[in-house]
């Protein structure tokens, strides 16, 4: 009864938000990305590459909020935030005349009605590991309402030609998405299903030759992203030759595979939370390390009283890919960090490899000092978030790579 109360709750507060605002999103051409990871890149790379083909684009990630050129500072920690909120958002970009609109859709936010009564043209995956199981209950769960998003746009949307871009590494995911968007299922779509993927992006847009998009790019997942702005961006009418020119000059996102160096040293900082980023991020990072030169991992899991199955793989990763490996809090929330630690130690086999270290500061530092000039240090888990969250919900003003600098300055003196 109380769970049917709150969706009733959710539901009639996404209705009464795009009343307040008028209906914002009818005036916008709006691109809704969802996927375990991959949604800020692929939101940042698309507003990048719209807004060089003239299209003032807005962006709503958890990293920014932007109104074409002017880029403001998130105020939240979580990726989708409050259904008024964003409709808001999409009333300051018509405002500010706007004709474009992308921002990141995620579960929860699916689950708590948050892109109801939004008109979306566009609804993209980017690709789907296990995440959030405890808070959905179930891997089919939390994939179903990733699906649910699909669905919704298909059948709520008033906008005439819909689209739907589907990553074929999700293997048989995709064809679930894919059904999500027929009526009745296995008939015909509600709008354009466009399947994408890394290898033909590689081979038919960048024609083999991965040099045309920038270093910070070329990781096999970085790849993805782009394939999927490459997809989305043709599909609205940008240029295959303006989409590539864009490619070769992005230079990145805050906290994604963001490269910090200084003193001979190089630190590396990424948001990866789940198994498979994180084995995606070790294994970029260790083709790129010179003869001799060893990784070094800085993180302290997931964030405290979610997601704790996670933690063990986490550790068993670290120890599969690392040298090294310190392990230091994170966001605990109400949760002991050193339970957390404990629970990713468990993952590991070569305990010789651990140094624990609770402050994440001190960390950072032990790191760092110990790294040698063919080393990385790979630091992940919080990538652009400016402050940790702990018990009762209190907030510490925090960044990796603020704390990083600091101590290549030290290091330097």
Request: proline fraction near 3%.
């Amino acid at each position: 009864m109380i769970s049917k109360l709150k969706n009733i709750y959710h539901y009639y507060l996404a209705l009464l938000g795009a009343i307040i605002y008028r209906f914002p999103s009818r005036e916008l051409v709006v691109i809704g990305i969802t996927g375990t990871k991959g949604k800020t890149t692929s939101a940042e790379l698309l507003r990048a590459v719209l807004q060089n083909a003239g299209k003032k684009t807005a962006m709503l990630s958890s990293a920014h909020i932007a109104y074409g050129d002017e880029i403001i500072s998130t105020p939240f920690h979580n990726t989708m935030p409050g259904r008024m909120f964003i409709q808001k958002f999409l009333r300051e970009a018509v405002r500010r005349g706007c004709t474009h609109a992308v921002f990141e859709v995620t579960s929860q936010g699916v689950v708590q009605h948050r892109h109801r009564f939004i008109d979306f043209d566009v609804a993209a995956l980017t690709c789907l590991h296990p995440e959030h199981i405890e808070s959905h209950g179930s891997y089919g769960k939390y994939r179903g309402a990733k699906a649910q998003f699909f669905h919704d746009v298909a059948r709520s949307s008033y906008k005439v030609n819909k689209k739907f871009f589907i990553n074929t590494e999700t293997g048989g995911d995709a064809q679930f998405f894919e059904e999500a968007v027929r009526h009745p299922v296995g008939q015909a779509p509600f709008g354009e299903v466009t399947f994408y993927n890394r290898e033909n992006f590689v081979r038919n847009e960048l024609r083999g030759d991965i040099k045309k998009v920038s270093e910070w790019l070329q990781s096999d997942f970085n790849l993805q992203n782009a394939a999927l702005t490459c997809a989305v961006a043709q599909s609205l009418g940008v240029s295959r030759e303006s989409i590539l020119k864009d490619f070769e000059d992005f230079q990145g996102v805050a906290g994604r595979l963001e490269f910090v160096r200084g003193k001979g040293k190089t630190a590396v900082i990424d948001y990866a939370l789940t198994p498979g980023s994180l084995i995606a991020v070790y294994k970029h990072l260790r083709t790129l390390l010179a003869p001799g030169g060893q990784l070094i991992g800085v993180f302290g899991g997931t964030g405290g009283g979610r997601d704790v199955w996670k933690r063990p793989e986490l550790g068993k990763i670290a120890d599969e890919f690392c040298e090294k490996i310190y392990l230091t809090r994170d966001d605990s929330y109400d949760e002991k960090t050193e339970d957390i630690i404990a629970d990713i130690q468990k993952g590991i086999t070569h305990q010789e490899k651990v140094v624990v270290v609770l402050d994440r500061t001190e960390a950072i530092r032990a790191a760092l000092k110990e790294a040698g000039p063919n080393d990385i240090v790979a630091i992940t888990g919080m990538g652009s978030q400016t402050k940790t969250y702990g018990p009762n919900g209190s907030e510490t003003d925090w960044s990796d790579r603020a704390a990083v600098e600091q101590i290549l300055r030290e290091l330097a003196s």
